[in-house]
């Protein structure tokens, strides 16, 4: 009898491990992120200046977001957004010369906490370490294109030989194959440096792009009228603040031909202090390309109108640019391949982005920093084939601040109650209707490069409401149905009087809810001014 009771139990407890569902395993997250890559330069999005087949592969396969933002468009403050889950005023990392404030949770130390491997290559920008990774190597501060220094975690300091793009995913590869411990899920961060400033491609790109022509945007001639002063102050124009040695890669001693004087005063020592890391058979190709291009200026500049000088200079701008994006496309198809080929596609959550978006030549802009949207917006093409329906396209204002609580959801974690974000977890299985009809933005870093001015505003899918203060105080007002190239301020129109109100209070109700105020408006301010005067700016 107690024979075959056991029996019956052993039988009974076999059925049920045989037939219990299987735990649905913790999702990996591969997170792709480059510096200042402009989602015009992504086929996905735009297919008039360049190819993107790899990184188009992630929205083939899940979603394209059409309308992704940032909080804050500059790159380490973006990037402690995504981190923590917070705007900037909160996060304390308003602009790039703040400190990280590293007693802010991030989410990849709650995910180590919960049973991740965590690791991080690339660029972070903080001046100091990232917390709650097992694995990272980073560059330090903005890092070099050519032969780059690298911070390990293991072994302190050390200076590789290459081209940063593919050292940074050589690094993401070789841990994917080597250190992943294949019994726990894992978080990735693969952060390119490129395209970032002063654009310097791969020596095998080198060649294809400089033979390149590309369109011109509509508005490379803008004049900002019918705009405010921040528009007319900034300084990111084409002709006006390129440099002509660091940016348009003009050989100094054609420049002291030439006549032209350094367009920055410390152009030619940018230059040389990145073109200079070259080994000399790397410089030889360098010289031999760049050369030919220079060859043709020296001849041309002398009767070269200013028109024309600004043409050249897109020009030259998006053969390096374009350049750059070559490789970061190159590599994230490694990066993708690997997943494929090892069976770790089906449950990774592939998140491809930048720290913001970029000018290309719009409104005769390079950089960002602009709640316009070229530099307000981001890319953002998210792959997760176990619930993201393949070739999908969302149009919801998503942003940056929502990674932080959408990650920790997808992988069964309860996001700390002080996260501003929004999972975008529900948008991923295609319910995400109502998901934020407006969209809160602060830029802080003024008075520093590019100029551009402090300012706050609210976007929403019809209008741009924006207040630049400081040594200013000015609002505008775009109308994003009738003017998509934000040309004309409209706040003084009286026809935009009812919207205006109505955006007014919408502001101020944001203002409330993420905890925001005139009061650290100055605060900061002061803070800033202490920086500056202890020379930290
Ligand atoms: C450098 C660049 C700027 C750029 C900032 C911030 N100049 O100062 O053009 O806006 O970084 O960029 S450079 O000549 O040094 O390249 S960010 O991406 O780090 O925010
Ligand atoms: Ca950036």
């Known amino acids: 009898k107690i024979f075959i009771t056991l029996l019956l139990i052993s039988s009974v407890a076999v059925a049920f491990f045989a037939f219990k569902p299987k735990k649905q395993k913790k999702p990996n997250i591969v997170f792709i992120m480059s510096d200042d890559h402009a989602y015009q330069a992504i086929s996905a999005y735009d297919k008039r200046l360049t190819q993107t087949p790899n990184i188009d592969r992630i929205a083939n396969e899940g979603m394209l977001f059409t309308n992704a933002c940032v909080t804050n468009s500059i790159c380490a403050p973006s990037r402690a957004v995504i981190l923590t889950g917070k705007h900037s005023h909160i996060n304390g990392k308003i602009d790039n010369y703040f400190p990280f404030d590293s007693t802010n949770i991030t989410f990849p130390q709650i995910l180590q906490a919960n049973g991740y491997q965590t690791a991080m290559f690339g660029k972070l920008h903080f001046g100091n370490n990232p917390k709650g990774f097992d694995e990272f190597q980073i560059l330090p501060d903005q890092g070099d294109y050519y032969n780059p220094d690298i911070i390990t975690k293991k072994e302190g300091k050390k200076k590789l030989l290459g081209y940063v793009t593919d050292i940074i995913t050589d690094l993401t590869i070789n841990w994917l194959k080597n250190e992943r411990d294949e019994d726990k899920p894992f978080f990735l961060a693969y952060l390119h440096k490129a395209p970032h400033r002063e654009w310097l491609p791969a020596e095998r790109h080198f060649k294809e792009y400089l033979n390149k022509t590309f369109p011109e945007p509509a508005t490379l001639f803008d004049n ?4 405010g002063r921040a528009s007319k102050e900034a300084e990111m124009n084409l002709l006006t603040h390129m440099n002509w040695a660091g940016d348009s890669k003009v050989f100094p001693e054609n420049m002291q031909k030439l006549g032209i004087k350094e367009s920055h005063p410390y ?3 940018f230059y040389n202090s990145t073109v200079g890391r070259m080994n000399p058979e790397q410089r030889k190709t360098w010289d031999e390309a760049y050369g030919k291009m220079n060859e043709e200026f020296v001849k041309k500049f002398p009767s070269m109108s200013e028109k024309e000088k600004m043409q050249w200079r897109y020009q030259r701008y998006m053969q390096d640019y374009l350049g750059c994006i070559a490789s970061v496309d190159e590599g994230v198809g490694q990066v993708l391949d690997f997943l494929k080929q090892n069976n770790l596609e089906e449950n990774t959550i592939v998140v491809y982005t930048s720290d913001q978006g970029f000018y290309l030549g719009e409104h005769g802009w390079f950089d960002k920093r602009f709640i316009f949207d070229e530099s307000f917006k981001t890319p953002l093409l998210v792959k997760w084939p176990t619930a993201i329906k393949p070739g999908t396209k969302n ?8 990674f932080a609580q959408t990650f920790l959801e997808a992988a069964g974690i309860k996001a700390p109650s002080d996260m501003q974000g929004e ?8 319910n995400g209707k109502n998901f934020r009809d407006a969209a809160y933005y602060h830029y802080y870093e003024y008075p520093s490069v590019h100029m551009v001015k402090r300012h706050y505003g609210i976007v929403t899918e019809k209008y741009k409401l924006i207040h630049f203060y400081y040594d200013i105080d000015e609002w505008e007002l775009y109308d994003r149905t009738n003017d998509k190239n934000e040309m004309k301020n409209v706040y003084n129109d009286p026809k935009y009087a009812a919207v205006k109100k109505e955006l007014h209070q919408k502001l101020a109700q944001l203002r409330i809810k993420y905890k925001d105020s005139e009061t650290l408006d100055k605060k900061y301010i002061e803070k800033y001014k202490e ?3 202890n020379g930290k700016i």
């Open 531 to 533: 920086l500056e005067a």
């Open 224 to 227: 900002y009228e019918g705009r």
């Open 267 to 269: 152009d030619i020592r």
């Open 395 to 402: 149009t919801q204002m998503v942003q940056n601040l929502d």
């Open 423 to 430: 999972s975008l977890i529900p948008i991923f299985k295609g």
